[in-house]
């Protein structure tokens, strides 16, 4: 039986009210932490370079902040929204000092942030209420990008400076220009979610496909379909957040059985091999925490936040950094291929 996602916004008065649910097919028998460590790897498959971090590793940032929803790291600070009192809050990425950001928008599963040329910081946020990209100037200002939408859910950024974005109920991928204006390039999709880029490729979280899958497509081929797309790694539950890591990993928030589950795959490796499975994936946390894990970013140094669909706490925990050097080793090998 397909497993789909379907999702509705529930909105009160307080932020301690407010939060935006996500309701999932009936979970999986639980899989044991040592059943995943212990996974044999194949031949075709990278060695785990990391045991999973569990519970008891994870701090709590103290934010100021009941149920957010959401979560974007950018220059120290956390970017996050909460459904119940329509608010965007910045958090400081170590003390957890809170401010108010812009008040207005509705439910942003999803943030995108980045600086502008005036020092500050530009926010473009899928309005999943709204049916709406906003753009969220630092002032504040917000302005209307890309209205009449069809549930936007995930954001990336393209190399071109467009936005790709997820319509969980359209079933599609758009990309959204800056000025407004947008087109399909995947159509025919199940409950997509989380969605990253990755030069021309394009990763997204197929949800409500009977393959269960991250899948990708390359941008200079699109539209594509849900025939057309190629899997990147299948097998996963309710998968939500999906993050390009610093380190050129491919970072993506699941389901085993109740729990949240962070995991990573090398997107290279998957896309040369026709594909990854559940198998493949190298555990990065195995937390108690409650799926869905709605929010999923990491800072330039490795720090992984994490929070739920349902509570107010935002976690974290520091990633070993030796993965980064594969940043620099691919640089190196494109240099060599000029």
């Not at 060695?47 to 979560?71: K, S």
């Not at 359209?170 to 199940?190: F, K, N, P």
């Not at 589950?261 to 108690?288: F, K, M, Q």
Request: contains cysteine; proline residues 4%.
């Amino acid at each position: 039986m397909v497993n789909r996602l379907i999702v509705a916004s529930i909105l009160g008065l307080l932020c301690i009210a407010g939060f935006s649910m996500v309701l999932f097919a009936p979970a999986e028998a639980s899989t044991s932490s040592n059943d995943i460590i212990g996974l044999a790897q194949d031949g075709s498959t990278p060695a785990p370079t990391l045991e999973p971090f569990v519970q008891n590793d994870l701090t709590i940032l103290a934010g100021n902040i009941q149920r957010p929803n959401g979560i974007f790291w950018h220059d120290g600070y956390l970017y996050t929204g909460c459904a119940g009192d329509f608010t965007i809050y910045r958090v400081n990425d170590t003390t957890g000092e809170t401010t108010t950001y812009i008040a207005g928008v509705q439910n942003a599963h999803t943030l995108y942030a980045e600086s502008n040329t005036e020092g500050g910081v530009d926010l473009w946020v899928p309005d999943f209420q709204r049916n709406a990209v906003v753009n969220v100037v630092e002032g504040p200002e917000m302005n209307m990008i890309a209205e009449n939408l069809n549930s936007p859910w995930g954001m990336d950024v393209g190399a071109d400076g467009s936005f790709f974005v997820t319509q969980l109920r359209g079933d599609s991928v758009l990309r959204v220009q800056r000025d407004g204006t947008y087109e399909e390039v995947a159509v025919d999709l199940r409950n997509p979610t989380g969605i990253a880029v990755d030069g021309d490729y394009v990763y997204v979280a197929n949800n409500g496909s009977a393959r269960r899958a991250i899948e990708w497509f390359d941008v200079n081929e699109a539209p594509v379909n849900d025939e057309s797309i190629q899997p990147l790694v299948q097998g996963l539950q309710n998968t939500t957040g999906v993050v390009l890591g610093p380190d050129r990993l491919l970072y993506f928030a699941y389901s085993l059985g109740t729990r949240g589950i962070v995991g990573r795959v090398d997107p290279e490796h998957c896309r040369e091999n026709g594909g990854c499975t559940n198998a493949d994936v190298e555990i990065v946390l195995w937390s108690e925490l409650s799926a869905p894990l709605a929010g999923l970013t990491l800072s330039d140094d490795l720090r992984l936040y994490v929070h739920t669909m349902f509570g107010s706490e935002i976690y974290y925990v520091q990633l070993p950094q030796d993965t980064l050097n594969r940043v620099t080793e691919v640089a190196e090998e494109t240099s060599g291929d000029g």
